[in-house]
């Protein structure tokens, strides 16, 4: 199986979050994963960008996935919020071919300005989870699992962006996700349900109300908690920072003792494939990983 994308890490896999891009070179380089990083693509918006101007974040976008288009290959990332907003404007852009060319044509226009190529509409935006669950398949997946995490009990946390962003989500039900679930039991691991593992982790509100974006957090790690999860799985670095990074602020505003590890996806992942913690960069979280490897046998 080859597998060949044009890589878009986006801006917290590389600075606040560098784990994950550490842990997704791991993980795609032992599952033969090629990715094309995308040097000169710049930051989504975050969904920032369009209380500005909508005009400035599909721009910006386009360019971006105009990186992959030069490439002739898909577009992934890890981060849900670049697959939500960058998703969201592709799907935009396709329905402007038909509905409303001469935006396209705008935003086309821009581009050209700064030398860069046109948005055509010939390629998909894919997450790091739609590739496992789609185009590489979780039974080919399980054949290269050599460490089962059959002690191991996970509680995923999808986050607003992967679920709702587009009208299209692939491999899952944006009501009822499984996908995630599905991952850990083909890594040998037992899923957690609870309540909040669909809900914004309060990232969002962080800068302007703290107090009730840390009380959403903690809601839901406590939830995590209560239902017997070793762990939280996350397929977004902006919902690890809010409940990994900031655990320890988010226990003295709801005044409770948490101290849940807060995992990424392609760690998890990783982690069953044999790959050494060091390697996954799983000693730079703040929340202390050790209980999760220990139960690993590591």
């Not at 981060?79 to 001469?102: F, M, W, Y």
Request: with cysteine.
């Amino acid at each position: 199986m080859t597998l060949k994308y044009a890589y878009f890490p986006g801006c917290v896999a590389q600075g606040a979050c560098r784990e994950l891009y550490q842990s997704t070179a791991a993980l795609t380089q032992a599952l033969g994963i090629e990715l094309i990083e995308l040097k000169k693509a710049s930051c989504c918006g975050s969904g920032t960008f369009k209380e500005e101007s909508q005009l400035l974040e599909d721009t910006v976008n386009a360019r971006n996935i105009a990186l992959a288009e030069e490439l002739n290959l898909p577009l992934l990332t890890h981060c849900s919020t670049c697959q939500g907003v960058i998703g969201h404007v592709d799907e935009r852009l396709k329905e402007s071919q038909q509905t409303n060319p001469a935006y396209l044509e705008q935003i086309n226009g821009l581009l050209k300005k700064e030398g860069c190529s046109p948005y055509r509409g010939s390629t998909d935006v894919k997450h790091l989870l739609w590739v496992l669950v789609g185009d590489y398949g979780l039974e080919e997946l399980q054949k290269r699992v050599t460490r089962k995490l059959s002690n191991l009990k996970c509680a995923a946390f999808y986050g607003c962006y992967l679920l709702r962003a587009q009208k299209s989500i692939p491999f899952d039900d944006p009501f009822q996700p499984e996908s995630m679930e599905n991952v850990f039991r083909t890594v040998g691991a037992t899923p957690i349900y609870y309540r909040g593992r669909t809900q914004c982790c309060g990232w969002p509100l962080s800068s302007y109300a703290t107090t009730q974006s840390f009380k959403m957090a903690g809601a839901h790690i406590q939830e995590a908690i209560d239902a017997g999860a070793d762990c939280m799985v996350t397929p977004c670095p902006l919902c690890h920072l809010n409940l990994d990074s900031r655990q320890p602020e988010v226990e003295k505003v709801i005044s409770r003792k948490l101290g849940l590890p807060v995992l990424h996806l392609p760690q998890l992942v990783a982690l069953a494939l044999g790959i050494e913690p060091k390697q996954l960069g799983l000693d730079r979280h703040i929340v202390s990983t050790h209980p999760v490897l220990e139960k690993l046998g590591f």
